[in-house]
């Protein structure tokens, strides 16, 4: 069931992330998040019996899925990173990059001296006990440890520097939630460790606590990336409202400063009928150029103008600005 959970709550997040596409020119925090839903969502038995069936039965597939496990949070990392400290970003893309390359060689390595014929819905608890495979695990989360733990520290550390409150407290979450995974992290090593040493006790402690931490951790981590397009999303919904509303009002200022024998840079109104349709924010951001250019022109135009109508004007130009920084 956790399984499930933390799968839909990725693919939650793929969806939030594809709301910004078309805004966002770096699009590695999408596929980051990809790699990881399409890699945990192999966490789920009928998901990995298929898979590891259709490659021969036996555990196969458990490479592969934490293969893209390791990629995608590097990726996540790079791009966490980049948005919050670009200096930070460019100072750790060499370690970060050399150590996936060594994680992903040695873990693929150790894979090979593992044994387990039969696919296992369990692998680690069927297979931990062989040093193989408790390297395997350990190489893997020692980076992803470390990769955690210090996007988490940037992210908490540079936080309050986000241009929107939003971004401010998305960061926030997403800080808590490396915090939570580098707990995991640990909880697994515990776990390794103490199945490879036969602690049977302590392996059990280490179990539970790792089910409540690695939900808490993927729970945290996909509201707090998910958050600022979400609420960007809605914000600019509102905001198109809002638009829409100032557009007859505003579609009259135009008219009579163009009255005034202005040189607007077009014969027709941008929203006249038989012009070519447009969304709202294309007209009223033509309009308020067009606006702002023609009283620029002709000082004189401006007395033809109330002063609501000028802050109608402000206004509007401060809902286009928020429209173009939301997230």
Known sequence: MIQLIVALALWGLVGALMIGTRRRTDQSILYAAVMIAVSLTLNIDAVYFA???????????????????????????????????????????????IGAIITASLM????????????SGTFMQDFGNQPAAAAYSLVQFTYLGIVVALTGTICLRFAGRMSTPT?????????????????????????????????????ALFASAYDVLNLAAILLLCFGLSLPPILGWVSNGINRRKLQAALPDLTRIWVDVSAQHIELGDESHPNAPGSVPRDVDTVVHRM??????????????????????????????????AQQTSA
Do not use: Q
């Open 108 to 119: 693929v390595t150790t894979f090979v001296f593992i044994d387990a014929p039969t696919t």
């Open 167 to 203: 971004r401010r407290l998305g960061f926030r979450i997403v800080g808590a939630g490396c915090g939570a995974a580098v707990l995991t992290v640990l909880s697994v090593v515990g776990m390794d460790l103490a199945h490879v040493f036969g602690a049977m006790s302590l392996l």
């Open 51 to 97: 898979a590891d069936g259709l490659l021969g039965g036996r555990n196969y597939a458990d490479l592969p899925a934490n293969l893209l496990l390791l990629l995608g949070v590097y990726f996540l990392s790079r791009a966490i990173l980049r948005a919050s400290s670009p200096s930070r970003a460019d100072a750790t893309a060499r370690p970060f990059r």
């Open 288 to 321: 308020l150029v067009e606006i702002r250019d023609a009283l620029l022109f002709n000082p004189t135009a401006r007395e033809r103008l109330t002063d609501k109508d000028l802050a109608l004007l402000t206004a509007t130009e401060a809902r286009i600005g």
